[in-house]
């Protein structure tokens, strides 16, 4: 089993920048490929972003795409979602997943879930 921990969320202005963690326990982080997703108020959980076992393969979500860059960290167990140019629409519940068999995606939602970690962009 893998646990995940989100941090790094918070206030920020539009425009603004702010870097999500995911800290997940566990030795068997490396053979996991990773994602985030977001959900806002009233709306479905949407992927936001992924990175495959190896850190060689990232995948965005159109609506983030250029603005965020996913990472991982192996010998941290840890994996990032590095957000710029914020904007009111990013508000949201930012969670991480975890996934041993295929890259999180819009259809895979991954095994393991975080508790999540709330992103706030003020106009």
């Known amino acids: 089993q893998v646990q995940l921990v989100e941090s790094g969320g918070g206030l920020v202005q539009a425009g603004g920048s702010l870097r999500l963690s995911c800290a997940a326990s566990g030795r068997t982080f490396s053979r996991y490929a990773m994602g985030w997703f977001r959900q806002a108020p009233g709306k479905e959980r949407e992927f936001v972003a992924a990175?495959?076992?190896?850190?060689?393969?990232?995948y965005y979500a159109d609506s983030v795409k250029g603005r965020f860059t996913i990472s991982r960290d192996t010998a941290k167990n840890t994996v990032y979602l590095h957000m710029n140019s914020l904007k009111p629409e990013d508000t949201a519940v930012y969670y991480c997943a975890a996934d041993k068999a295929t890259v999180p995606s819009t259809n895979n939602p991954g095994d393991y879930w975080g508790q999540g970690t709330q992103v706030t962009v003020s106009s």
């Open positions: 990175i495959s076992w190896s850190g060689g393969s990232t």
